[in-house]
C-alpha cells in the first residue's frame, strides 16, 4: 500500500518536474520506477507468503503435530499428503477441522476421531486463527 503511494508521489514529481525534458523521456522514467516499486511489493509479498511457510512448519513440530503426521505415511494419524488428498478432494476447509466446526473427513473411525479430537480439545482451541492459517499453509505445501 505504502509503496503504491510512493509511487504515485514519484509520478507527480516527475509531471510538475518535466522541465524542459521532453514528455517521452519523463514517461519513459516514470514508468521504469513504477515497474521498480510494483518488483519490490511482489518481492516482499513472495517474502511475506515464505515467513508464513516457516511459521507453520515450526508450529507444526512445536504443536507436536509432527509426531502423529508425517508427510508421507501414516503414524498415528494419517500422512500429510492423505489429509491433502482428501481436503482438496473434497473442497473442504482444514481451519474450520481444526475449530472444531467441522467433522472428521480423512479418517472417521471413532477411536482415531477421539485421539485427534482430544488434541482439538486439549491445546489446539488455545491456537490463533493465524497459527492455524500458517500451519495449514504448511501442511498444503507438502507435496
Ligand atoms: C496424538 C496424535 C495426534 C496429534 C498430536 C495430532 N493429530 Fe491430527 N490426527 C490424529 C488422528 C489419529 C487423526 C485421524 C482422525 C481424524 O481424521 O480426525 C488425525 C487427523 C487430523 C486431520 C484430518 C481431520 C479430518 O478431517 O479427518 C488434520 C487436519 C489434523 N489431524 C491436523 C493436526 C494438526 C494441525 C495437529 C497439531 C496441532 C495434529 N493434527 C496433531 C492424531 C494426531
Known sequence: MKKSV????LVAVFLTSCGDKKKEEVKKEVETKVEAVKEEVKAEATDAVADNLELGKKLFTEKT????????????GPSIKEINKVYAEQNANMVKFLKGESPAIVD???GQVAIMKA???????????????AITAYMRSVK
Open 65 to 76: 503435530c509432527a509426531t502423529c503426521h508425517n508427510p508421507d505415511m501414516k503414524v498415528i
Open 108 to 110: 472417521t473411525d471413532p
Open 119 to 133: 488434541n482439538l480439545d486439549g491445546f489446539v482451541k488455545d491456537m490463533t486463527g493465524d497459527e492455524l492459517a
Open 6 to 9: 510512493l509511487a504515485l508521489g
